[in-house]
């Protein structure tokens, strides 16, 4: 599967965007998707992720209640909603597959398939 991530760009604080992640050559919906997140100098971070096993859904405290992770089957597309963003949260934001499971994964290297990136600048 292939993935192109698309969406980002520049939005102040506490506002914003939705990340689209298009997927090509297989369903999206035989994979559990996961977004990530990678500022500068800094590890990438877990922010997201479904599984189609239940339609599930999974984020860490630091996102829980602001970001939205959802499907659109018919577009072969996943979608990141993200609100009230904070200026620590500037990176450039990746999508990523792996095969269907009944477990979560939060970890980037147990993701197989990844998007190329799009960048979110949230300014004070």
């Known amino acids: 599967v292939q993935l192109q991530a698309s969406g980002g760009g520049l939005v102040q604080a506490g506002g914003s965007l939705r990340l689209s992640c298009a997927a090509s050559?297989?369903?999206?919906?035989?994979?559990?998707v996961g977004w990530f997140r990678q500022a500068p100098g800094k590890a990438r971070e877990f922010v997201a992720a479904?599984?189609?096993?239940?339609?599930?859904?999974n984020y860490p405290d630091s996102v829980k209640g602001r970001f939205t992770c959802s499907a659109d089957v018919a577009k072969n597309t996943v979608y990141l909603q993200m609100f009230s963003l904070k200026p620590e949260e500037t990176a450039v934001y990746y999508c990523?597959?792996?095969?269907?499971?009944?477990?979560?994964?939060?970890?980037?290297?147990?993701?197989?398939?990844w998007g190329q990136g799009t960048l979110v600048t949230v300014s004070s």
């Open positions: 990523a597959a792996r095969p269907r499971s009944s477990t979560w994964y939060s970890i980037s290297d147990e993701y197989h398939y």
């Open positions: 479904i599984r189609w096993s239940g339609g599930l859904t």
């Open positions: 050559g297989r369903t999206i919906s035989t994979y559990d």
